[in-house]
Nanobody, 132 residues
Framework: QAPLAESGGGSVQTGGSLRLSCAAA?????????LAWFRQTPGSQREAVAT???????RYRESVKGRFTISRDNAKNSVYLEMNNLKPEDAGTYYC?????????????????????????WGQGTPVSVSS
């Protein structure tokens, strides 16, 4: 089983909504991890869209504030990204990640270096397209 597995991507029109899910099978307790959603478009580096730490404190990239919501369910070992009012520039492949002090040496948060340092767990990605 992959450490992280995303689902929920798809194609929507501008203004539409999607809910991404990420199921985790990590080597230690899920609740110890900081979780993040990154996105990537061809030719660009991966950028952090939203992060949520062990306490549930969330941070967002400026361009998605007020439209995206990250949440976690520790009982289900899952993290979610609710995306509303989608714009064409939101399109890309979305990846969920997990980091913590034990395995990564850090807890990744929006605003930290991009691309992120090595050491995080990454999912395989789920594609999102937004048509105008």
């Amino acid at each position: 089983q992959a450490p992280l597995a995303e689902s929920g991507g798809g194609s929507v029109q501008t203004g539409g909504s999607l809910r991404l899910s990420c199921a985790a099978a990590l080597p230690v307790d899920f609740k110890t991890f900081c979780l993040a959603w990154f996105r990537q478009t061809p030719g660009s580096q991966r950028e952090a869209v939203a992060t949520i730490d062990q306490t549930g404190s969330a941070r967002y990239r400026e361009s998605v504030k007020g439209r995206f919501t990250i949440s976690r369910d520790n009982a289900k070992n899952s993290v979610y990204l609710e995306m509303n009012n989608l714009k064409p520039e939101d399109a890309g492949t979305y990846y969920c990640t997990a980091s913590n002090a034990l395995y990564s040496g850090y807890c990744y948060t929006v605003g930290d270096q991009e691309p992120p340092p090595p050491g995080m767990y990454w999912g395989q990605g789920t594609p999102v397209s937004v048509s105008s």
